[in-house]
């Protein structure tokens, strides 16, 4: 069926509304860009919630944590309680320690990632390495192969090696991430977006960090941000909602829009302003379709 | 047919080097590994230069300029000349400033990689920037975000993006290559090996390096390593051979040996000194399958 536009039809924007008990909002894109917030987005968050709807705000940033994320909803001044945040970093943490569930001394993460991952393993009581640790944050040094080709580097108790965006990314780090593959430690990653939208541009994204680790290990991670469904049964497991009475709204067709169809939710909304153009869901045989489409999420506002 | 196992077969081993004049060789993996040469392989080189073989060192590695391979030649104490050496980085430069004959002043090459590829592009006379600019080894800052995103750290003259082996790679050389491609650069790679043979094992090569910015644009490389036809082409233009009497020697059957045979060489050898391991060409229906093979190159001692 194809997608009904919204912006400027207030009939059809308060049918639409109505139809859902459950919001589940996408971020970079819909939000906001980077640090630029859209025009409306604070009022139609706030509208609703006047409507009593429950607002989720999933994220495949896996730089943040959520309380990372409170901050900058609070920064931008746009309603939202901790509770309500759902990145793939918390997702990922909630796999490895609710579905792997890792036996101690054999159950640390290698991290390729920023403080967001560490975090929610903190959270989660699993133990990592990697990360943002300083020591990692150099140039390869020739002696480096050599220690890492006989595992001096190494720890042994590396079961996991998780990555996400990772702004520090280097040959060293993908390189003893390398190693721990071939030791046969799990590949999982935060989630695999190949672009970051930033500034009204697009740069690389948690995919784009990871693809080093993919081509050089030729293994492909379980990717614990959206598409897949094992965040959104997270999310549900979590919030506990009819999925039937539950929209989608995104700016990523291959991601959040796929998300939400693949969930079988009651709706998609995709909004204009992030990675995705209309006219590829406007398409002749287009395999993703949300729903509805709007310019912008303020749009909603009528 | 199947591969000839020549290692302790004297009479074998004569009439395979008997066919060929000239013996096309890989380096990593066959004549050494990193810093550890391979017992017999000065003595091997000179042997065929005793029977008036013409020697050519087909190598992937970017890193490194047809000067610094005569050092490393030089330091390992096997014979070679600089003249004899064609490397990657060689075949880009050669590419760019031959065959795509680019004018100025728009025929500036953004480099993610080491100073081989500054050095092979110099000798060419192709103007390039990044690669080894210490001003591109830091971390990225939220304000590169806006400056890339408007242009402003982009250098209008830039028409090819070309990506090797960099041991340097971070976020910000990376944001900067998928800028450049957003803006019509050529993609280009020295070679998309996927990994790097060292000290005994397996670490992110130049294909791995690159993956981040095919993964960021959705955009694959034109490879002008092994085993791109484009590298043989060159070689016999320089060398200027009988293809029936020439034999490659190498260690990877999906780079060396499949560009032997696709290069219809005479015949094709593979050592077992480096990735590829004799059950994947022995294997019922083996895609990629050499004339012969052996331990170690130091076996055609006999």
Not at 30 to 44: D, I, N, Q, R, Y
């Amino acid at each position: 069926m194809a997608p009904k536009y919204l912006t400027g039809d207030k009939a059809g924007i308060d049918a639409f509304v109505d139809q859902f008990d459950v919001f589940l909002f996408d971020c970079d894109g819909v939000l906001w860009s980077g640090e630029h917030k859209f025009p409306g987005t604070a009022e139609t968050i706030d509208m609703l919630r006047s409507k009593g709807k429950q607002l989720v705000f999933v994220t495949n940033n896996s730089t943040k944590s959520r309380a990372d994320y409170k901050k900058k909803f609070d920064g931008m001044g746009i309603s939202a309680s901790e509770d309500e945040v759902f990145g793939s970093s918390y997702s990922a943490a909630i796999y490895i320690s609710r579905i792997l569930k890792l036996q101690a001394p054999k159950n640390k993460v290698y991290i390729l990632g920023e403080t967001g991952m560490e975090q929610e393993l903190d959270s989660e009581g699993v133990p990592h390495i990697g990360g943002t640790d300083p020591a990692l944050r150099r140039d390869v040094q020739p002696e480096d192969f050599e220690r890492i080709a006989k595992g001096e580097d190494l720890d042994e108790n590396v079961a996991v090696v998780l990555t996400g965006l990772d702004y520090h990314m280097n040959y060293l780090k993908t390189a003893l991430g390398q190693a721990y593959l071939r030791r046969g430690a799990k590949f999982l990653a935060t989630n695999i977006d190949s672009t970051l939208p930033s500034a009204g541009s697009l740069f690389p994204g948690a995919g784009s960090m990871s693809a080093p680790l993919v081509k050089a290990s030729g293994q492909e991670p379980l990717a614990l941000g959206k598409p897949s469904q094992a965040m959104m049964d997270a999310i549900e497991g979590k919030f506990k909602f009819d999925r039937k009475k539950a929209c989608m709204v995104g700016d990523r067709l291959n991601t959040d829009i796929q998300f939400g169809i693949e969930g079988g939710l009651g709706g998609t909304l995709c909004v204009l302003t992030g990675v995705s153009k209309k006219e590829e869901f406007l398409a002749e045989g287009a395999s993703v379709v949300p729903t509805a489409y709007v310019d912008k999420l303020g749009d909603l506002l009528g």
